[in-house]
């Protein structure tokens, strides 16, 4: 998290020398939002930006023909929706989305996950579940000690790669991950998971009061949503987000 900067911090002068950091208005404000609204708020925005190039698409740019263009640059709809959100934004207001995202990776978060398999030829299997299938291959390969390395090393086989269920809800995926482990083994699999299945990862626990209490340290909501992101995005989930503002003062 950032060191919350002192009161009366963002004069003139130190908004400016904050704004050379950027080459667009939108990182400006992502990235530096109490530089950015306090430059706003005093009407100093216009002039610390000008060596900013805009990069705001005219009304009406967004086209289907345009849409389509752009989207073939990503590779996931949340690579699309975060780098090219007008893009992304007309997409879904006009049902295109479906159409022009057809050759991108299906991924989900933290919160909804798939559950997979390695199938080798000598009838061993690991099953598990994740959020980013081609992030966890690439992972895995990286991981000298991972189970199904560890196989290929021992045996020199390639397994096949299964996708077992859909981008789900993490409980509903932990329970068709254990499922799954269950019937591989009922049917002579050797299973290769070293420890219980039902592992979710980073996924953390945290409670309003967490959430509440990590925002009255924040300066802004942008810094709330940047680097807090657990607390957010479980603020976000379950419905908090504008109670936890109203009481952190954001």
Same mark, same amino acid.
């Given at each position: 998290?950032?060191?919350?900067?002192?009161?009366? @911090?963002?004069?003139?002068?130190?908004?400016?020398?904050?704004?050379?950091?950027?080459?667009?208005?939108?990182?400006?404000?992502?990235?530096?939002?109490?530089?950015?609204?306090?430059?706003?708020?005093?009407?100093?925005?216009?002039?610390?930006?000008?060596?900013?190039?805009?990069?705001?698409?005219?009304?009406?740019?967004?086209? #289907?023909?345009?849409?389509?263009?752009?989207? *073939?640059? =990503?590779?996931?709809?949340?690579? #699309?929706?975060?780098?090219?959100?007008?893009? =992304?934004?007309?997409? &879904?207001?006009?049902?295109?989305?479906?159409?022009?995202?057809? +050759?991108?990776?299906?991924?989900?978060?933290?919160?909804? /996950?798939?559950? =997979?398999?390695?199938? $080798?030829?000598?009838?061993?299997? @690991?099953?598990?579940?994740? =959020?980013?299938?081609?992030?966890?291959? +690439?992972?895995?390969?990286?991981?000298?000690?991972?189970?199904?390395?560890?196989? %290929?090393?021992?045996?020199? *086989?390639?397994? *096949? #790669?299964?996708?077992?269920?859909?981008?789900?809800?993490?409980?509903?995926?932990? @329970?068709?991950?254990?499922?799954?482990?269950?019937?591989?083994?009922? !049917?002579?699999? !050797?299973?290769?998971?070293?420890?219980?299945?039902?592992?979710?990862?980073?996924?953390?626990?945290?409670?309003?009061?967490?959430?509440?209490?990590?925002? /009255? &340290?924040?300066?802004?909501?942008?810094? $709330?949503?940047? +680097?807090?992101?657990?607390?957010?995005?479980?603020?976000?989930?379950?419905?908090?987000?504008?109670? %936890? @503002?109203?009481?952190?003062?954001?």
């Amino acid at each position: 998290m950032k060191t919350k900067k002192p009161r009366n @911090y963002w004069t003139k002068q130190n908004c400016e020398i904050e704004a050379l950091k950027y080459n667009r208005i939108s990182d400006f404000k992502r990235k530096s939002g109490g530089a950015y609204n306090s430059a706003k708020s005093n009407n100093w925005l216009t002039e610390i930006t000008k060596h900013i190039i805009s990069k705001i698409k005219p009304v009406g740019y967004w086209s #289907f023909e345009n849409c389509k263009k752009e989207a *073939l640059k =990503y590779n996931s709809r949340t690579e #699309f929706k975060t780098k090219s959100a007008g893009a =992304y934004d007309s997409c &879904k207001e006009n049902g295109w989305i479906d159409i022009v995202s057809g +050759h991108m990776i299906n991924i989900g978060h933290r919160y909804r /996950k798939c559950v =997979y398999s390695y199938e $080798f030829i000598d009838n061993h299997v @690991y099953v598990g579940i994740t =959020y980013n299938i081609e992030r966890r291959k +690439h992972d895995r390969e990286k991981c000298k000690t991972d189970s199904v390395t560890k196989h %290929i090393k021992k045996t020199g *086989l390639s397994p *096949l #790669f299964r996708q077992l269920t859909d981008f789900i809800a993490v409980d509903e995926a932990v @329970y068709l991950e254990n499922d799954y482990v269950k019937r591989y083994s009922k !049917n002579g699999w !050797n299973i290769l998971n070293q420890s219980k299945t039902g592992s979710v990862g980073s996924v953390r626990k945290w409670t309003k009061e967490k959430c509440i209490a990590v925002g /009255k &340290k924040c300066e802004t909501r942008t810094d $709330f949503c940047r +680097h807090t992101k657990g607390a957010y995005d479980a603020a976000r989930r379950y419905g908090w987000i504008s109670e %936890i @503002y109203l009481l952190a003062g954001l």
